[in-house]
């Protein structure tokens, strides 16, 4: 048989295997191309469909008719668009879709975007367009840090926030080794960084990090290593997400590490990755999380509506799409004008509490959405009263406290 | 470094049933089956809807699954390869390509991407002393498991008649056929045989490892690489690197972690290197 040439294609192949007229001028200002253009550009296929994906678009459009409904006659947008594309997580894609939104689809601003290196590689043509984007979906502290322009904004989270409420915590609960895994690319190395600098500044200690192939379904060998460690651990940090987080939690449990002393942390968890798992699987671990739906009443209230049109509980990454488009629209508001530059000085620097965001500024420095998070905790299956009621919440940690200040690194 | 080697044949184990059915399946038919990850995908989301939607366990599971993917898997070759034999094999690789995708979109439609929950079984529960150390008697379970599957078809191809047939049919086709034996009746069965251990392999992932549609495709590109390294078609062979490969891994991330996610394909190079039809591959057939 053709053994030799087969072999050669077959792995190349297997690669491939691995998914009008003006407004009603509210104030003197004007509305360009006959009315404003949301645009929600996320990955509609791929990892991060459930936890933000298409629902997220929804959570847009409700955004929508809440300022229509607050507004009425004098909205300022009278006709609203909310439009949408799929980036599949790929930062190429996401460069060019974030063209074709911003030239032939007319879009006034881009929003939430995930995965790190597509949300750059958007800022890019946000800067080059003079368009406006709200980044809700990557946690890199580049997009307010070097890699900030005009027109860029960061809401929701990022990997210090992450580090600095869940490895802080835990460190200063007690827990003062820590071996860390981290899925080896941006977002992973990004967070063992940071991590790391939160833990050694609580006065713990990193016994070890490691890097781990990314995506993986076997973390058996780091899991065998970690009671071995000199000293042993207290917590394993994992800074894997999605699909790998839901393989190296069974596994953390299969391998009983817990009874072994070693707790688990976790730096990034969506409440789809409870639902994944289970809440037994996760019961106790400590997280940060930047909203939950059931940490009040208007936060459920909201959740509800949520449900009513998708089906499900919104994640944390809903609520920040749904905020803001809100935001944006108020500022449009403001400014009586969707013109970019008339719209980003309405934002900068702008104080407000809606449902997702509470004790809220977007700093002018930066363009980072300061605003409170919550330190949770998986709560255990006997403690939950109803579907997708998972957390409970430890401690509020103040937006002053919650994210990075700015370090000067950003220059507009 | 016992318990790490142990460890790795575990993963092994999952290898080595994947590429075992990719390799009977290239053997008897020259087929490239691209949709294998599919199907261990299907394997692990038969397990779930079982338990979801029936309340039908684990070990009943063991035994559904990879039945009714092998009957899936038949009526697949009849319907849809049958047609492509003799023709390029790139249309073999289109068609089963295309499969792969088709098969993982429609679960993603119908299950989203996030993972699905699936207990283990609580009879494997705990974890077993064996002598230098503890280890979790799934895994145990699933290693011994996989070890006896390798076994009983290794004996199937070569201690029976049946296998000889097999054997026979795949090195020599025109001169089996002339010694008045069937050669087609067996192609169908044996493609579903393949399909049905990638749905074994698919149950046997599911307590353990993340059940959503992607978990094939991200599987399936490293066990391609097992199948070359032991020998396209080799059945000895793509078992043999399977475990090879586990180990090579799990030493990997134990002492290179960085370098974990290509030592597996370093291996593959030097092996086509050096020996072009891999380590277990002669220029005809099965081993």
């Known amino acids: 048989m053709k053994a030799k040439g087969l072999s050669i294609a077959v792995v190349t192949a297997g690669a491939l295997l691995a998914?009008?007229?003006?407004?009603?001028?509210?104030?003197?200002?004007?509305?360009?191309?006959?009315?404003?253009?949301?645009?929600?550009?996320?990955?509609?296929?791929?990892?991060y469909a459930d936890l933000s994906g298409k629902n997220s678009v929804t959570a847009v459009e409700m955004a929508v008719a809440d300022y229509k409904a607050k507004y009425g006659d004098k909205a300022v947008a009278?006709?609203?668009?909310?439009?949408?594309?799929?980036?599949?997580?790929?930062?190429?894609?996401?460069?060019?879709?974030?063209?074709?939104?911003?030239?032939?689809?007319?879009?006034?601003?881009?929003?939430?975007?995930?995965?790190?290196?597509?949300?750059?590689?958007?800022?890019?043509?946000?800067?080059?367009?003079?368009?406006?984007?709200?980044?809700?979906?990557?946690?890199?502290?580049?997009?307010?840090?070097?890699?900030?322009?005009?027109?860029?904004?960061?809401?929701?989270?990022?990997?210090?926030?992450?580090?600095?409420?869940?490895?802080?915590?835990v460190t200063a609960d007690g827990a003062k080794t820590w071996y860390i895994v981290y899925p080896d690319y941006a977002f992973g190395q990004d967070m063992n960084k940071s991590f790391t600098a939160a833990i050694q500044k609580a006065g713990g200690t990193v016994v070890r990090s490691d890097p781990t192939p990314f995506p993986n379904d076997n973390f058996s060998t780091f899991l065998l290593k970690a009671p071995n460690l000199n000293p042993k651990p207290q917590v394993l940090g994992t800074m894997q997400a999605g699909g790998?987080?839901?393989?190296?939690?069974?596994?953390?449990?299969?391998?009983?590490?817990?009874?072994?002393?070693?707790?688990?942390?976790?730096?990034?968890?969506?409440?789809?990755?409870?639902?994944?798992?289970?809440?037994?699987?996760?019961?106790?671990?400590?997280?940060?999380?930047?909203?939950?739906?059931?940490?009040?009443?208007?936060?459920?209230?909201?959740?509800?509506?949520?449900m009513a049109k998708t089906g499900t509980r919104p994640s944390f990454a809903h609520a920040a799409n749904y905020s803001a488009a809100l935001q944006y629209l108020e500022a449009v508001q403001r400014a009586g004008t969707d013109d970019a530059d008339a719209v980003v000085k309405e934002l900068e620097g702008h104080t407000f509490n809606d449902v997702f965001a509470d004790n809220a500024t977007i700093r002018a420095e930066d363009h980072l959405l300061l605003h409170d998070v919550e330190l949770a905790q998986v709560k255990p299956s006997s403690e939950v009263k109803e579907p997708w009621d998972y957390e409970k919440i430890l401690k509020t940690i103040p937006a002053e406290q919650a994210f990075q200040p700015a370090d000067g690194s950003c220059r507009l | 470094m016992i318990e790490q080697a142990f460890n790795g044949l575990v993963g092994g184990a999952f290898y080595a049933l994947l590429a075992l059915g990719l390799a009977v399946i290239f053997g008897m038919l020259g087929v490239v089956n691209f949709a294998h990850g599919a199907f261990y995908m299907l394997g692990a989301f038969g397990a779930f809807i079982l338990l979801d939607s029936f309340g039908i366990g684990f070990w009943a599971a063991l035994v559904i699954v990879p039945v009714l993917l092998g009957l899936v898997g038949m009526a697949l070759e009849r319907l849809l390869i049958r047609r492509l034999s003799g023709l390029d094999p790139l249309y073999g690789f289109l068609l089963t390509f295309g499969l792969a995708l088709i098969l993982q979109d429609l679960v993603r439609r119908q299950y989203g991407v996030q993972s699905q929950q699936y207990?283990?079984?609580?009879?494997?529960?705990?974890?077993?002393?064996?002598?230098?150390?503890?280890?979790?008697?799934?895994?145990?379970?699933?290693?011994?498991?996989?070890?006896?599957?390798?076994?009983?078809?290794?004996?199937?191809?070569?201690?029976?008649?049946?296998?000889?047939?097999?054997?026979?049919?795949?090195?020599?086709?025109?001169?089996?056929?002339?010694?008045?034996?069937?050669?087609?009746?067996w192609v169908t069965p044996v493609f579903g045989f393949g399909i049905a251990l990638a749905g074994l392999a698919g149950v046997l992932a599911a307590p353990m490892r993340a059940i959503n549609p992607l978990m094939g495709g991200d599987l399936i590109i490293v066990v391609f690489a097992v199948v070359v390294i032991g020998?396209?078609?080799?059945?000895?062979?793509?078992?043999?690197?399977?475990?090879?490969?586990?180990?090579?891994?799990?030493?990997?991330?134990?002492?290179?972690?960085?370098?974990?996610?290509?030592?597996?394909?370093?291996?593959?190079?030097?092996?086509?290197?050096?020996?072009?039809?891999?380590?277990?591959?002669?220029?005809?057939?099965?081993?």
């Open chain 2, 119 to 185: 207990a283990r079984p609580e009879l494997l529960g705990g974890t077993l002393n064996l002598g230098l150390f503890d280890y979790p008697a799934y895994q145990v379970f699933v290693l011994a498991l996989s070890a006896v599957v390798c076994g009983a078809v290794w004996l199937l191809l070569t201690r029976t008649k049946i296998g000889m047939i097999v054997r026979a049919s795949t090195e020599k086709p025109e001169l089996t056929r002339a010694l008045g034996i069937d050669v087609s009746r």
């Open chain 1, 78 to 169: 009278d006709k609203i668009e909310v439009i949408s594309a799929d980036h599949q997580n790929k930062p190429d894609l996401a460069n060019s879709k974030a063209q074709e939104l911003y030239d032939r689809r007319r879009a006034d601003v881009i929003l939430d975007v995930p995965s790190s290196a597509a949300a750059l590689a958007v800022a890019t043509q946000a800067k080059a367009k003079k368009k406006i984007f709200i980044d809700i979906g990557a946690a890199t502290t580049e997009l307010e840090g070097k890699q900030c322009n005009k027109y860029t904004f960061h809401y929701g989270y990022n990997t210090y926030m992450l580090a600095n409420g869940t490895g802080s915590t």
């Open chain 1, 19 to 47: 998914g009008c007229g003006g407004g009603p001028g509210g104030g003197g200002g004007k509305i360009s191309d006959g009315g404003v253009t949301l645009a929600v550009l996320n990955d509609q296929s791929a990892v």
């Open chain 2, 231 to 287: 020998g396209l078609g080799s059945v000895f062979g793509s078992v043999a690197a399977g475990f090879l490969i586990g180990l090579v891994s799990a030493l990997g991330n134990l002492y290179v972690p960085a370098l974990s996610q290509t030592l597996v394909f370093i291996l593959m190079a030097a092996v086509l290197l050096w020996r072009p039809a891999g380590l277990f591959g002669r220029q005809e057939g099965l081993t």
């Open chain 1, 244 to 306: 790998d987080l839901v393989n190296l939690v069974k596994q953390y449990n299969e391998y009983k590490l817990q009874d072994k002393g070693i707790d688990l942390a976790v730096g990034l968890m969506f409440i789809t990755d409870i639902h994944s798992l289970g809440p037994d699987a996760l019961a106790g671990t400590t997280f940060t999380d930047p909203w939950y739906w059931n940490a009040n009443q208007q936060n459920r209230a909201w959740a509800d509506k949520f």
